[in-house]
């Protein structure tokens, strides 16, 4: 089994950044990519951004046309992390963002998500 906590939600300014964080732990050799999706009151749950996390190289993340250009994922094999740094935030990206893991290649369904954590509330005020 695999693990994920999420960390660095928090209320920010229309405008403002926060950095978000998920850790893994368990049987970590098995992921190969790690992902970010979020969910606000009312709408389905929607793909932020994902990554490879397996191998030397992370390649090019994947982000979703709304985030593109303002969101920047990144990964810490050594602590078994990745960051998702959001820059410019809008009322709209207000949502519970989760993180989640998966052993295939980065996917933008969470169907393809095996693992997932509790989720983090980030809240922009406009």
């Known amino acids: 089994q695999v693990q994920l906590v999420e960390s660095g939600g928090g209320l920010v300014q229309s405008g403002g950044s926060l950095r978000l964080s998920c850790a893994a732990s368990?049987?970590?050799?098995?992921?190969?990519?790690m992902g970010w999706f979020r969910q606000a009151p009312g709408k389905e749950r929607e793909f932020v951004a994902t990554i490879r996390f397996a191998g030397i190289s992370p390649g090019s993340p994947l982000y979703a046309d709304s985030v593109r250009g303002r969101f920047a994922l990144s990964r810490d094999n050594n602590k078994n992390t990745v960051y998702l740094q959001m820059n410019s935030l809008k009322p709209e990206d207000t949502a519970v963002y989760y993180c989640a893991a998966t052993n295939t290649y980065p996917r933008t369904n969470a169907r393809d998500y095996n693992y997932w954590g509790e989720g983090t509330q980030v809240t922009v005020s406009s």
């Open positions: 368990g049987r970590t050799y098995s992921i190969y990519a």
